[in-house]
């Protein structure tokens, strides 16, 4: 969908983008980083958020921190806003006019909504893959290496792409043919491809809105497997309507209910086994949503 773009095509004029002004701001010290380094720190944190479409409220006060290196899963039934939370945290919401958002979204302590944060230095950091594999009409190597090329990145593009493969699971079935056009891929390797041209720009955060709900169950086990191992170097936000996928491949799960309100959050395991609130044992159990 042209609508839905990830990271890389967000912003032509994305050469200008410095990072320096996001960067400079990780260093804005967290007032609760002055002890020994936690095991789970916090990368994103949302605090108070308000989401509105005009007058339409789609998030309502919303408060989670997400651990570092972790998978967090956003679960809920359809509309309750589980795909407006994932767009407030790089600001792909800035792309819909109706949209408004009050409250604070803060990426490793500081607003992503303050006005000195560049959004498109932003998404280098906090990709997004979608749930429609998106690659573009060109070569699998020119869509791997596309950030790098956008962000005017200083790096050596063959080892990037090949490295973004390899972390992608991917590279294994196309080394022998990264000229070839990415729209002759299947689509759990197309997914697997936007994947890897998400990880090219060296992001901390990737955000996936139902990765694995367009593909059949092979290759949503290889998504699964996969998002499994990108933990061990990114925090991984998943957004799935399929409950025994957060269970398999989350680390903790925010449970969403309609109206736009983020009932429970807590370690998977919890979430789905003794939840505090009825209304998520309702859910989970399918007796709603
Ligand atoms: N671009 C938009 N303009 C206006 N309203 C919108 C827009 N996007 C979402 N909404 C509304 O905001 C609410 C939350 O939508 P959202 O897409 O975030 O839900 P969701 O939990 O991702 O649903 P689904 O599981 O169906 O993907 C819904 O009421 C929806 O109609
Ligand atoms: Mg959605």
């Not at 302590?109 to 906090?126: C, F, H, M, Q, S």
């Not at 043919?177 to 992001?203: E, F, H, Y």
């Not at 680390?251 to 979430?271: M, S």
Request: net charge negative.
């Amino acid at each position: 969908m042209a609508s839905e773009t990830g990271t890389e095509v967000t912003d032509e004029t994305s050469t200008e983008a410095s990072e320096q002004s996001l960067l400079g701001t990780t260093e804005v010290a967290d007032d609760r980083g002055a002890g020994p380094v936690a095991s789970t720190e916090t990368v994103i944190e949302a605090r108070h958020l308000d989401v509105f479409y005009d007058d339409v409220q789609a998030l309502q006060d919303v408060n989670i921190e997400i651990p570092e290196k972790q998978v967090t899963a956003m679960i809920g039934p359809s509309g309750c806003g589980k795909s407006t939370f994932l767009r407030s945290i790089n600001r792909m919401n800035d792309l819909v006019d109706a949209a408004r958002i009050e409250g604070e979204l803060l990426f490793r302590g500081k607003n992503v909504y303050d006005e000195d944060v560049d959004p498109v230095a932003l998404r280098r950091k906090i990709g997004m893959v979608f749930q429609h594999p998106n690659p573009f009409p060109k070569s699998i190597f020119d869509n791997v290496a596309y950030g790098l090329r956008v962000q005017d990145m200083d790096v050596d593009e063959q080892q990037v792409v090949e490295e973004s493969l390899k972390k992608a699971a991917l590279w294994d079935e196309v080394k022998d043919q990264l000229d070839k056009s990415a729209l002759d891929l299947s689509g759990g390797q197309q997914q697997r491809l936007c994947i890897a041209r998400a990880i090219a720009v060296d992001p901390e955060v990737i955000l996936m809105d139902e990765p694995a709900s367009a593909l059949d169950p092979i290759a949503t086990s290889k998504i699964e497997d996969l998002i499994d191992d990108l933990a061990e170097d990114y925090t991984v936000v998943i957004v799935t309507h399929n409950m025994q996928q957060a269970a398999r491949i989350s680390d903790k799960t925010a449970v969403f209910l309609t109206g736009g309100e983020l009932v429970e959050f807590d370690d998977t395991e919890k979430i789905f086994e003794n939840p505090e609130h009825q209304r998520v044992e309702d859910y989970i159990t399918g007796k709603f949503g």
